[in-house]
Nanobody, 124 residues
Framework: QSQLVESGGGLVQSGGSLRLACVVS????????IGWFRQAPGKEREKVSC????????TYDDSVKGRFTISRDDAKSTVYLQMNNLKPEDTAVYYC?????????????????WGKGTLVTVSS
């Protein structure tokens, strides 16, 4: 059974940092692109970042470029999202998801599996 479990959310002051982790089971990371999404209150879910199955291609939303970094540890089957210089507008529930595809463009066609999310709150 495929499963994605997020952790690492919490309350942080503006300018602070957090590292989110997504432990993936049942899905070989070398075969599936993994992305991080977020959903703020009253807003639609949006894709923040993605890492291709090869590990050598990443994408970032313009709103997080230069502040967030996606990476993975194959030995731990975990994908991370390092978030620096956090802003109040980064407050959201953050989800990881698999694209069912090698490439991040696979998310254009939908999501195969979602995690349950972890809440990030950035205070001003």
């Amino acid at each position: 059974q495929s499963q994605l479990v997020e952790s690492g959310g919490g309350l942080v002051q503006s300018g602070g940092s957090l590292r989110l982790a997504c432990v993936v089971s049942g899905l070989p990371l070398e075969l599936y692109a993994i992305g991080w999404f977020r959903q703020a209150p009253g807003k639609e879910r949006e894709k923040v970042s993605c890492l291709s199955s090869s590990g050598d291609s990443t994408t970032y939303d313009d709103s997080v470029k230069g502040r967030f970094t996606i990476s993975r540890d194959d030995a731990k089957s975990t994908v991370y999202l390092q978030m620096n210089n956090l802003k109040p507008e980064d407050t959201a529930v953050y989800y990881c998801a698999s694209a069912g595809n090698y490439y991040c463009s696979g998310f254009n066609y939908g999501v195969d599996y979602w995690g349950k999310g972890t809440l990030v709150t950035v205070s001003s």
